[in-house]
């Protein structure tokens, strides 16, 4: 079993940065890949970036690459979404997902756990 609990959201100006965290407790966070979703009313989960067990391979959205980064330290039980140049259109909850599989996925049913979400909203 594993609990995630992200951090960091908040209200920014269009063209800022926000840091999310997700510390993770429970057992083994370091066997899981992590990633993040958002979501937005009325419309289904969306792939933001996803990180591999061993933080080697790396895989975004193709609405935030550039703009986001992805990291973790299995040490700490954390992963990190660092966003940057944010938009209107990136306003959303952002939730932190793991999934058992040392890789990762781009589909939120492949996760096995989840965070309660961390709301962002970007002002333009």
């Known amino acids: 079993q594993v609990q995630l609990v992200e951090s960091g959201g908040g209200l920014v100006q269009a063209g800022g940065s926000l840091r999310l965290s997700c510390v993770a407790s429970g057992r083994d966070f370091s066997t899981y890949a992590m990633a993040w979703f958002r979501q937005t009313p009325g419309k289904e989960r969306e792939f933001v970036a996803r990180i591999s067990r061993s933080g080697m391979v790396r895989n975004y959205g193709d609405s935030v690459k550039g703009r986001f980064i992805i990291s973790r330290d299995n040490a700490k039980n954390t992963v990190a979404l660092q966003m940057s140049s944010l938009e209107a259109e990136d306003t959303a909850v952002y939730y932190c997902?793991?999934?058992?599989?040392?890789?990762?996925?781009?589909?939120?049913?492949?996760?096995?756990?989840w965070g309660q979400g961390t709301q962002v909203t970007v002002s333009s």
């Open positions: 997902a793991a999934d058992s599989d040392p890789i990762g996925s781009n589909w939120p049913r492949d996760y096995d756990y």
